[in-house]
């Protein structure tokens, strides 16, 4: 039973992994073909992954079986989960079905793509050398379940593939842009900001605007989170303290 009880976290674990992985076959074996319930499909399996990604780290704090062992599993499951099949699915879904039509955005495409996923390991590397070093209340960077959350919201939104050049350039500058937001020095509120009434009324509100928007609930959530963040960012540099800015830790 010892032992069973140790296996909890990292079952969790490989049914995030087993999520992530059936995302990415959706997604290659619709690529020629295009349905958009099946891209759909595909970014919702990512958001099951996301959710189990946090159950794993419940269960084991639950349990009191938390393991190096199983922080190692969960940062590769992350790579996997939302590096690897985030970028698979964009892949497919933004430039496999133009590729033949227009062979350079293929090509940047994938590019784009690795960068996405390049960008997720470099984020998921630094956050395990700097835990204890930072902040708990901001991450030092997006983190790479709210980047792939991200690209997967444009899929949930507007499920059918790209038509025309400009729209797949603008799947290639998504790629680029929360990628580079992984690999940024700015700081992202996290979940264990200080629970207070505004926030249980911004809880609310998210409720109606999901069952009143929702599939570009997820959208619109991003596009305020990304400019939100950014502006308290600025805020800090011009001085502002009315939301305390991140502490900053030393070596002593």
């Known amino acids: 039973m010892q032992r069973a009880k140790f296996a909890l976290p990292s079952s969790v674990t490989l049914l995030s992994i087993a999520c992530g992985f059936g995302s990415i ?3 290659v074996d619709n690529a020629h073909v295009g349905f958009p319930q099946d891209y759909r499909l595909a970014a919702f399996l990512l958001v099951l992954a996301g959710i189990f990604d946090a159950l794993d780290g419940f269960v084991a704090r639950a349990t009191g079986t938390s ?3 199983g922080v190692q599993l969960d940062s590769i499951a992350d790579v996997m989960n939302f590096g690897c099949a985030p970028a ?6 933004g430039f496999v079905q133009m590729g033949p039509a ?9 590019l784009a793509a690795f960068v996405f996923v390049a960008c997720g390991a470099l984020r998921l590397a630094r956050f395990n050398v700097n835990v204890g070093r930072t902040d708990p209340k901001y991450f030092v960077g997006m983190p790479i379940t709210a980047g792939a ?6 899929v949930v939104a507007w499920p059918d593939p790209p038509e025309t050049s400009l729209q797949g350039w603008l799947v290639v500058l998504l790629l680029f842009v929360v990628g580079s937001l992984m690999v940024s020095t700015i700081r992202f509120p996290s979940s264990k900001q200080k629970k ?3 926030a249980l009324v911004v809880l ?8 009143w928007l929702r599939f570009y609930y997820f959208v619109l959530f991003f596009v305020l989170y990304i400019a939100g963040t950014l502006a308290l960012n600025l805020a800090w540099k011009a001085g502002w303290k009315g939301i305390a800015p ?5 070596d002593d």
Do not use: H, K, W
Request: glycine content about 6%; proline content about 5%.
């Open 88 to 93: 698979m699915l964009l892949y497919c879904y």
């Open 246 to 250: 991140p502490q900053v830790y030393t």
């Open 204 to 211: 609310l509100v998210n409720v109606g605007l999901l069952a």
């Open 196 to 198: 207070s009434m505004a």
């Open 149 to 154: 959350a991200c690209v997967a919201a444009v």
């Open 25 to 27: 076959v959706i997604s």
């Open 102 to 110: 227009d062979p350079t955005l293929l090509r940047a495409g994938g």
């Open 67 to 69: 393991s190096e062992f």
